[in-house]
């Protein structure tokens, strides 16, 4: 499985974001969405694998560009967002899923009560998850950590529209 993530001017917060990911680091890979400050150095100089890019694509088209950097036999993707944290035992439920059959999955999702922003996340779930099972199509998946079967997710790229509000 591959973890891909898309940053954009994460500087002082890129420190703790990248030992988050540590114990998965073998498995990350990172888009920079044309970051104005020095995420991009201290990527380079972390020695962490990320795609830089010179033009703000916005996350969508940030994480379609990545996907084309993953080796063909990555058969499992697994987007976060930067300020998600990963359980410890991710790669069992990594192989439950590949076990499933199903095309995505989105994991139970912890709101930290960090204030306004918070508060705005948790009401995007609740909403996103309850329209998704209300609707006629099953095909939402929103969270800030979401699990895909590769073909699926390639297939769903090339119909993207890259609209932040399509994510």
């Known amino acids: ?28 890979w ?27 694509v916005k996350k969508p088209g940030a994480l379609k560009q990545l996907l084309q950097q993953i080796p063909a036999e990555v058969s499992t993707i697994v987007v976060i967002d930067p300020d998600v944290s990963l359980p410890d035992n ?19 999702v912890v709101v930290r009560p960090d204030g306004n922003l918070a508060e705005l996340q948790s009401i995007e779930y609740v909403l996103s998850f309850d329209l998704g099972r209300s609707s006629l199509s099953p095909q939402t998946v929103t969270s800030g950590a ?20 399509g994510e």
């Open 146 to 165: 979401a699990v895909y079967d590769r073909a699926v997710l390639d297939q769903i790229m090339k119909q993207h529209t890259l609209s932040v509000y």
């Open 1 to 28: 499985f591959a973890i891909l993530v898309s940053v954009h001017n994460m500087e002082r917060q890129l420190d703790a974001f990248l030992d988050s990911l540590h114990a998965y680091r073998s498995n990350v």
């Open 90 to 108: 991710l790669a069992e439920r990594i192989h439950a899923f590949q076990q499933s059959g199903a095309a995505a999955m989105c994991p139970k």
């Open 30 to 56: 990172i888009v920079d969405d044309a970051s104005t400050d020095s995420t991009v150095s201290r990527l380079r100089a972390s020695g962490w694998r990320y795609l830089a890019l010179e033009r703000n």
